[in-house]
């Protein structure tokens, strides 16, 4: 999953919802360096990631563009999934999708200092271009990919992707609707365990 998904399934927790946001900058042990419930939004970050990686309907999707996109695949399916989910916003949260990640912006604001080098390098250009409200509408994606492409120096295609996004958006839609029901009910299940 990518951003929008991990902070939502973080719940109310704030410090929950920033580790879950940082953990993939913050390699192997480093974790430890930080508070205690932030550690444990890195943990669940990964038992999300694990769990999303080795599951059957998101291998579905996966595989639908693996032959043009190989192992970019993966990252690609992450970032069309937060797109189901904020296009579909309020079917799952009862906050509107803008006030969302404007508190969200704003609680990373806050907690400047405690965020790794590379999300207070990247986190000027998030809040410019607004990255989790744009999420919602297929240009917005268009946009995410067409970025993710350049940080690969154009090797993985990822821009062209769209066009799989518009051709197969049914089966992507019904796939993430499937996977995310249960993905919700492993989250809720490792939080209480954490």
């Given at each position: 999953?990518?951003?929008?998904a ?11 919802q ?14 430890t360096?930080?508070?205690t ?9 990964r038992k999300i990631?694990?769990y ?29 999934y937060?797109?189901f ?5 309020s079917?799952?949260?009862t ?10 912006y704003?609680l ?13 390098d990247?986190?000027?250009?998030m ?9 919602a509408?297929?240009p ?10 350049r ?7 990822m821009?062209f992707?769209?066009l ?5 958006y049914n089966?992507?839609e ?16 490792e939080?209480?365990?954490?």
């Amino acid at each position: 999953m990518n951003f929008l998904a991990h902070i939502y399934l973080s719940g109310n927790d704030t410090e929950l919802q920033i580790g879950n946001f940082i953990a993939d900058a913050v390699k192997g042990k480093k974790y430890t360096q930080f508070p205690t419930t932030i550690q444990k939004g890195i943990t669940l970050h990964r038992k999300i990631d694990s769990y999303t990686d080795s599951h059957p309907v998101v291998r579905e999707s996966v595989l639908r563009l693996f032959p043009k996109y190989s192992h970019y695949s993966t990252v690609i399916v992450d970032i069309l999934y937060d797109h189901f989910l904020a296009a579909y916003w309020s079917d799952f949260s009862t906050i509107p999708l803008e006030i969302y990640v404007s508190d969200f912006y704003t609680l990373l604001q806050k907690h400047y200092d405690i965020l790794p080098k590379k999300v207070q390098d990247f986190l000027p250009y998030m809040l410019r271009d607004n990255w989790l409200l744009s999420y919602a509408t297929i240009p917005g994606i268009g946009r995410i990919l067409y970025q993710m492409n350049r940080r690969t120096k154009n090797r993985s295609k990822m821009n062209f992707a769209i066009l799989e996004l518009e051709k197969y958006y049914n089966e992507f839609e019904r796939e993430f609707r499937s996977f995310f029901s249960e993905l919700e009910i492993y989250t809720k299940n490792e939080i209480r365990a954490l």
